[in-house]
Structures are given as structure tokens and as C-alpha cells.
């Protein structure tokens, strides 16, 4: 694969922030198009945080930052990308028309793949002359440091194309799961979806506070998906008879009435007020650039209790970051001092002619 040293972002908001400070972390160039006012301001903001990310988990060095532009149309800053990721909101109408203006603009071999939660990359690419270059990159957020990448084709990607793209995001440290099978949401929100809805009924039926229902998840099981996922964590809760014997005992509970998820609250304004309500009362004290800065150094914490596993080798997401780290420490390159870089400038060059 060649490797990709331009590329452009195509919105700039929560993930389109994080994807343009995973890529400029990782040395590539970044054309953005955003035509919020104060996208700049939003991204710097994501970017400082990301930098300080990197700075507390890549103790190996970083390559050099890449360089961040602002373009003032999508043909600008397509124009001389390798690599391109839509991020623009979820309106299907605006995905169709910015995927053209795109495909209009790039260069005829460039990558173009779409950070949608939702959408199927098949519907996405109804309109495009080669859809075989376009599919689904859905991220997590913080994209800059959850390396999580869900690789979804349409009906007409190429396989050269599918490829390509896990190999790029592997390249930046990502761990990347091509689902193969289109359906609306994939795999990762359709199970935040079903835990999503059952939250807010058991915060609506005043059975627990959003504080105290974070708590739950925080402190116990969250802290096993979080190394585990959830078929194995469960294998183990079998016990010595595995799975077989964990599908046998708790199987029949999937008959019983613990769950509403067929249902849905009625999503109204004394539904968001209570949330919000409790919401703030819960967090308001930090802003969000603080929430922010907080959950990265949690989840490098994390990554890094992972990496010392299996002795060192790294467990799950400690394997990844334990490579990445080192990938990151190769890219840098000793920065001279500025006595030192000036020495080696003024320093006379041996004559390669014998006297």
C-alpha cells in the first residue's frame, strides 16, 4: 500500500475533530472543511487535548506533527488527498450531496469512507459514479484514542478497496472489524442502542438516578467489557463447564420480564428535562474540555494495566496499545537543540578529494 501522507476531513465536529487529531498525531497532513464559524476554534480545542493524550501515553516519542489546513470549499480540500473521511451530520441528504461534491473533487484513486453511526454505505453510494472506493469507517469517540474501527462495504465496494482502508487505519493504530453483513447501526450502536433504551426507563421509572446508573456500569461490569467483552467474561461465569453450562443456566432468564426493550419511553420534554436535570447535577461542575481531558487519562490508565498483562506482551486493547506506542516511538525523531542545530548548519563539510 502507499503510503498515505495527505488526507482530508470533511466536518470537524466531535468525531471529525478527533479523526483530524488521530491523523496529524500520526505525521499526515490534514485539509478541513467545515464551514461552522468556529470550527478552527473546536478543533484546536480537540486537538490540545489529543496532544496532551499522546504526550502521557506515547513515552517513546511521536512523529512529527502533521500539518492541520482550512480549506474554504470541499473541492479544496479534496483536491490533493490520498484519504478522505466524511463527517458531517446525520442527514442522509447531506451525506448524498457532500459524497458528491467529494467524488467531484478528489483524485480518481483516493479512499473515501464515511464515519456515519448508522447509515448503510450501499444507500450512501447510490449516487456515485465509482462507489467501489467508498465505504464505512465508524469510529468511537474519543477517535483518537479508542482504536476500535468498524469496516463496513456496500454492495459495490472492491475488495482492493476494503483492504486498503483496514490496512490505512491499522497504520494508525486501529483495530479494525470488517462487518460484512449491512445493517442499519452495525454491530457496536446496536448494542449501546438496546442498553441506551433500558437506561432511560429505569431513569423515567425513577428506579435509579443517571449518576447512580453510571456507577453501576463504571464499577462492575463496564470494568470487564473493558477487557473482555462480553462472551468471554461471561464463558468465565460458566465456570469449569464454559459456555455450554452459562447458556444453560441463565438462558431461560431471556424469557423473563426484566427487560423493556420492545418498548420505548415516550421521548418528550419531561424525558430530556429529567435527564439533563440529573445530568448536571451529576457533572456540571467540569466543563466538557475537562470531561474530557479526565476520561482520556482514564482510558490510557486502562490501556496501560492491559499492556502489562501476559508479561507485557498486552491483553486485548493492551496488545494494541503496546504496539502502537512503539510504532509512534519509530516515526519520532530526535528534535536538535537550536545551539545544536546551528552548529550542525555552520559546521564545514569534509572535502571528498584526497590532497
Known sequence: MTKITKAAAIGGGVIGGGWIARLALNGIDVAVFDPH????????????????????????????????????????????????????????????????????????????????????????????????????????????????????????????????????????????????????????????????????????????????????????????????????????????????????QFGPALQWPWTKLMDVPEFNEDLVELIAEQSDAQSGQWSIRELERIRDENLIGIMEALAKAEKGKGWGAGELHNAYVKQLGRASKPKLSAAAAKAKATKPRKSARKG
Open 37 to 248: 464559524p468556529e470550527a478552527k476554534r473546536k478543533v484546536d480545542e480537540v486537538m490540545a487535548n489529543a496532544r496532551h493524550a499522546y504526550r502521557r501515553m506515547a513515552l517513546k516519542g511521536l512523529p512529527e506533527e502533521g500539518t492541520v489546513t482550512y480549506a474554504a470549499s470541499i473541492a479544496d480540500a479534496v483536491k490533493n488527498a490520498q484519504f478522505i473521511q466524511e463527517s458531517v451530520p446525520e442527514r442522509l441528504d447531506l451525506k448524498l450531496k457532500t459524497l458528491a461534491e467529494i467524488e467531484a473533487g478528489a483524485p480518481s484513486d483516493a479512499l473515501i469512507c464515511s464515519s456515519t453511526s448508522g447509515f448503510k454505505a450501499t444507500d450512501m453510494a447510490a449516487d456515485m459514479m465509482h462507489p467501489e472506493r467508498f465505504l464505512v469507517g465508524h469510529p468511537f469517540n474519543p477517535v483518537y484514542l479508542l482504536p476500535i474501527n468498524e469496516i463496513v462495504p456496500g454492495e459495490k465496494t472492491g475488495k482492493e478497496f476494503t483492504q486498503r482502508a483496514c490496512d490505512f487505519y491499522a497504520s494508525i493504530g486501529m483495530k479494525c472489524v470488517v462487518i460484512n453483513k449491512e445493517i442499519d447501526a452495525f454491530v457496536g450502536n446496536r448494542l449501546l442502542e438496546a442498553a441506551w433504551r433500558e437506561a432511560l426507563w429505569l431513569v423515567k421509572d425513577g428506579v435509579c438516578t443517571v449518576e447512580e446508573l453510571d456507577d453501576i456500569m463504571r464499577y462492575g461490569f463496564g470494568l470487564r467489557w473493558a477487557q473482555m467483552g462480553m462472551f468471554q467474561t461471561y464463558r468465565i461465569a460458566g465456570g469449569e463447564a464454559g459456555m455450554r453450562h452459562f447458556m444453560a
